[in-house]
């Protein structure tokens, strides 16, 4: 029992250091004006936000054409921003944020902001389902499922598209982040799961959604008693 407790810690071991020798670490900017997008995007892997600014940290952000009162405060910075970005984008390949979904308040009076957004690409299986069809999650023999993200709704105008009316494909603003994928698969070998909105709700009725899940497969960790 020992012998496997420690092939086991090796292989989780290995797992990692294959996993962070691929992981990249961005980093997006976008000037606040109400109407800008940031669009958080991986080429390769998932999106990871480890950090999120709305505010000002420095003078020189965002700063062309400003008056220098604009950019005097540097320690501005909105509360639960990392939040927001995190249960939007946290497991997708590409996450598009307006800056009013952070534009909730005014950190700083008189002070031009921005957002900013580091994240990673980090390691992951992603899979879609169309509404009405079902997510199919494998690990391989002796693996777990460890769900990384789940939304259910739309964010472009072409996944799950074909032979839609326009009418169902232009709502790209509806995403539902939700627990219930990780609630049903975490901890099994496989699972099945219905994009539907009775499992997941409606987050934007007449739109045709679809469900997006993010996921690794680890070896679980054997303890001995």
Known sequence: MLFFRLCTTLLLAAAYLLTSS???????VTCDD????????????????????Y??????????????QQLENTECSQ???????????????????????????DPCFGTYKYLETNYTCFPAIH???????????????GQVILVYG??????????????????QTENVYCSNPSPKVAQSCNGKNSCTVTA???VFGDP??????????????????ITTL
């Open 150 to 167: 789940a939304h259910y709704g739309r964010l472009d105008r072409t996944t799950c598209s074909y032979k839609r009316p326009d009418s």
């Open 79 to 105: 509360r639960g921003t990392v939040d927001v970005l995190k249960m939007r984008c946290d497991g997708m390949k590409v996450c598009e944020i307006n800056t009013n979904l952070v534009h909730t308040s």
């Open 55 to 68: 505010g000002r940290a420095d003078r020189e952000t965002c700063s062309e054409g400003r008056p220098q």
């Open 22 to 28: 691929v992981v990249s670490t961005e980093r997006a």
């Open 34 to 53: 109400r109407f800008n997008v940031q669009r958080l995007s991986c080429d390769y892997g998932v999106i990871s936000v480890q950090s999120a600014l």
């Open 196 to 198: 539907s909105n009775s």
């Open 204 to 221: 934007c009725v007449g739109t045709y959604k679809y469900l997006e899940v993010s996921f690794v497969c680890e070896y679980p960790v």
């Open 127 to 141: 899979t879609v389902a169309c509404e009405q069809s079902l997510a199919q999650l494998y690990c391989d023999a």
